[in-house]
Structure formats: C-alpha cells, structure tokens
T-cell receptor, first 113, second 116 residues
Framework: GNSVTQMEGPVTLSEEAFLTINCTYT??????LFWYVQYPGEGLQLLLK?????DKGSNKGFEATYRKETTSFHLEKGSVQVSDSAVYFCALTSNFGNEKLTFGTGTRLTIIP | DAGVIQSPRHEVTEMGQEVTLRCKPI?????LFWYRQTMMRGLELLIYFNNNVPIDDSGMPEDRFSAKMPNASFSTLKIQPSEPRDSAVYFCASSFRGPGAYNEQFFGPGTRLTVL
C-alpha cells in the first residue's frame, strides 16, 4: 500500500534560516505528491504539488522536487519567516482511480525572530 | 468560489447527545472527504464520497458514526451517541477528478467538537 514517512518535529529555526523537511514515500505506480500547510486554527491548504518525476513544485518561496529514484519529495525554503510557523504535511495520491490522499504525520515548524 | 464551508465551527455537547456536522463542498467538485484530526492520532480519513455515493467508509470508527450526502452540495457527519473520545477537529474536503486535475483536495476550516 501507499505510505508517507515524514521528518518528525517539532522543528524550531531562527528567522532567515534555511529549511528542509524530509519526506519519503512508498507507492505503486506514479503518484502525485503534495505538501499541505496548516496554520494555527485553520484547515489544511495546498502549498505545492508535483505530478511526475523531476517536476519541481514551488510556492511562497517553498520548493520540492519529485525524485523518483530516491522516492523523496523534500520541502525546502531558503529563508524562513515568522509567518511560516505552521504544521506541514507531505501527502501522495495514486493516479489509478483511488482518490484517497495518504498523509505523513505532519511536522510542526516554529520560527523565532 | 467561497471554498468548502463547514458548520458549525465549534460545537460543545454532553456525552450521549447527537451531534451533526455539516459540509458544503466547492461547486463542481465530485469527491467529498471527511477527516478527523487529534493530537494522538493525527489526521484520519473517515469516509469519502464520489458523486454522492460512499466509496470507502473503512475509517469510520464505529457504528455511532454515520455520514450522508443527499446531493452534490451537502453532506453530514453524525455521531450518535457522542462520547468524550470523539472530541477532535473534523474537516471536510472536496476535489475534482477530470482532465488536468491531480486529486488536489480543498479543505474546509474544520469543526472543533468538544464532548464533555
């Protein structure tokens, strides 16, 4: 079955630091990969996505590259801000008719000024 | 579009009472999902519908939970009777499966349920 293994948190960084949150996956076929973000008191929002190998998803300064050879989709940002404090979820979905998203456990990120 | 709408945003009830959570998906979306989020178990998929038909309810914890989707613009999740361990944030999400769509799910703001 499908599974997502995500870097455990919590992660605390200083403002302007470089961020990496690791995500690896197991899936059959050719999944689509996502990063969702959940700000305090809110629902999950799609941050970025990649639908095939070597695609790079990007949004709000965040990037992640779909690496089929290492089954990874690590999230990176060059310079984090206090407003990036949130919980980040890596997720995948199969493209074989199963619409379920398989989520990682989430990584809580706190940025201190 | 207003996005996925959930009501109520907060619900406090006593053990044994019936609770009904409501969701309006994004217009035109053909999939609807109900999730539960707790600190202990994280984010769990309870059930999902396609074109108003339940497809997978294997995540529904027990018979006290039931979900319906009478039409494309409305779904309910009911808990009867409620128990303190049902306290959680319940999210509804919807998605569209079609050309150029990649199963991206759009989440509502959630209903925070507290069962005393």
């Amino acid at each position: 079955g499908n599974s997502v293994t995500q870097m455990e948190g919590p992660v605390t960084l200083s403002e302007e630091a470089f961020l990496t949150i690791n995500c690896t996956y197991t899936a059959t076929g050719y999944p689509s990969l996502f990063w969702y973000v959940q700000y305090p008191g809110e629902g999950l929002q799609l941050l970025l996505k990649a639908t095939k190998a070597d695609d790079k998803g990007s949004n709000k300064g965040f990037e992640a590259t779909y690496r089929k050879e290492t089954t990874s989709f690590h999230l990176e940002k060059g310079s984090v801000q206090v407003s990036d404090s949130a919980v980040y979820f890596c997720a995948l979905t199969s493209n074989f008719g199963n619409e379920k998203l398989t989520f990682g456990t989430g990584t809580r990120l706190t940025i201190i000024p | 579009d207003a996005g996925v709408i959930q009501s109520p945003r907060h619900e406090v009830t006593e053990m044994g009472q019936e609770v009904t959570l409501r969701c309006k998906p994004i217009s035109g979306h053909d999939y609807l999902f109900w999730y539960r989020q707790t600190m202990m178990r994280g984010l769990e998929l309870l059930i999902y519908f396609n074109n108003n038909v339940p497809i997978d309810d294997s995540g529904m914890p027990e018979d006290r939970f039931s979900a319906k989707m009478p039409n494309a613009s409305f779904s309910t999740l009911k808990i009867q009777p409620s128990e303190p361990r049902d306290s959680a944030v319940y999210f509804c999400a919807s998605s569209f499966r079609g050309p150029g769509a990649y199963n991206e799910q759009f989440f509502g703001p959630g209903t925070r349920l507290t069962v005393l």
